[in-house]
């Protein structure tokens, strides 16, 4: 310090001391007016409000995938056992007729034991059901403070009508996959075939034709019942089955019931029916086979009507099986999700472009799949 003072002078360093507080002085002042100016200005920056956990892509799709689902009688039967993948190609084993799905391994792992006899390996790949949706401000606007990042219970309330009004659409989108798997040909949303059962195993359609219009001479139905049942049961080649069940369309039902050889059996049974409370159509049993009255239909992009089951015609299929019929799920197609088990949903959202509003993005990438389509039978009213 003495060096100092004797180097440069007691003034010259009394000086430099003095502009130097100063010049401390003058920043700290220039960081209070700043401070005080963007608090003057706080009111105009807005919290994007999906901005959170509870908002995340994992949060988004562990509430879509809880949401009920209200539409779909094929799910409702519990037919079809799901089953996630880890990638978006199935490989399916045919071994002496009966059909084993073969499990997805990770690179580098023993591959599956080979069996020996007749082997037929068939290879599908999932479908992608992308569905793209849009939160705007106007929605949300006067359901929370400016600058806050309350009410959350609101904010939740939005996103979940968003989230389900799409899981409703993928529902039926599903139920439409999983009523083509019980055709034995599944159909786009277009009408255009994804995948035709029949023609993948090189396998020839059943069809039985009912003629319940014939008058003469009278049609015996219950033995039209039997060589559907008798038909299921030859082809089920190890499998099990409880019963055999018939979704037919409104048409085939009405001519069903009214039929000379049907119709005192099921003025009998509806007369219960009715008394027990229970639709009749939901599910009348006649010589071993529960017929039901299906009525699903929905419209495509373009608002054209789509029925799942053409007038006149029902669909048959055994009920309580093992291993014919999975929903086959594959991941999303996200960075986080790569490898990872396939899951029915999926939904993420990001901010739209200047944050004016927010883009939700759902998928859905299934593969509903009946392994031995030889176990199914349409039926014919004529």
Request: net charge negative.
């Amino acid at each position: 310090m003495r060096n100092i003072f004797k180097n440069y002078g007691t003034g010259r360093v009394v000086t430099v001391a003095i502009l130097f507080v100063v010049a401390l002085v003058c920043r700290i002042m220039e960081w209070t007016f700043l401070s005080e100016a963007l608090a003057g200005v706080s009111f105009a920056i807005i919290l994007n409000p999906f901005d959170q956990d509870a908002f995340n892509m994992t949060s988004l799709t562990q509430a879509i995938n809880i949401l009920p689902n209200r539409y779909g009688r094929v799910g409702q039967l519990g037919l079809f056992t799901d089953k996630g993948v880890r990638t978006r190609t199935i490989i399916v084993e045919e071994q002496n007729g009966v059909l084993n799905l073969l499990p997805t391994l990770p690179v580098g792992a023993p591959g599956t034991q080979n069996k020996l006899g007749k082997r037929i390996v068939r290879t599908f790949s999932v479908p992608h059901i992308p569905l793209d949706d849009a939160i705007l401000p106007s929605e949300y606007e006067g359901i929370r403070e400016f600058g806050s990042e309350t009410n959350m219970k609101a904010l939740a309330g939005v996103m979940n009508d968003h989230l389900q009004a799409a899981r409703t659409k993928f529902d039926i989108t599903l139920e439409h996959l999983r009523m083509g798997a019980l055709k034995g040909i599944i159909l786009d949303a277009d009408g255009s075939t994804l995948y035709n059962l029949y023609t993948e195993f090189e396998i020839s359609p059943e069809t039985q034709d009912f003629d319940l219009d014939s008058t003469s001479p009278v049609v015996d139905v219950a033995a039209k019942c039997r060589a559907v049942i008798r038909y299921i049961e030859d082809n089920l080649k190890g499998e099990v089955m409880s019963g055999v069940r018939c979704l037919c369309d409104a048409t085939f039902f009405d001519a069903l019931i009214s039929h000379p050889s049907v119709v005192a059996v099921y003025q009998n049974w509806s007369g219960a029916a009715v008394l027990a409370g229970v639709d009749p159509r939901k599910g009348f049993t006649f010589a071993g086979i529960t017929f039901e009255e299906y009525r699903g239909v929905a419209t495509d992009k373009d608002g054209n009507s789509r029925l799942f089951i053409a007038s006149g015609n029902g669909h048959c299929f055994p009920e309580g099986t093992q291993q014919s019929f999975n929903t086959i799920y594959a991941p999303g197609d996200f960075i986080e999700t790569v490898n990872t088990i396939g899951i029915p949903l999926y939904s993420k959202q990001e901010a739209r472009k200047f944050n004016r509003g927010i883009d939700l993005h759902i998928q859905s990438n299934p593969l509903p799949i009946c392994y031995r389509p030889a176990i199914l039978v349409k039926v014919t009213k004529t």
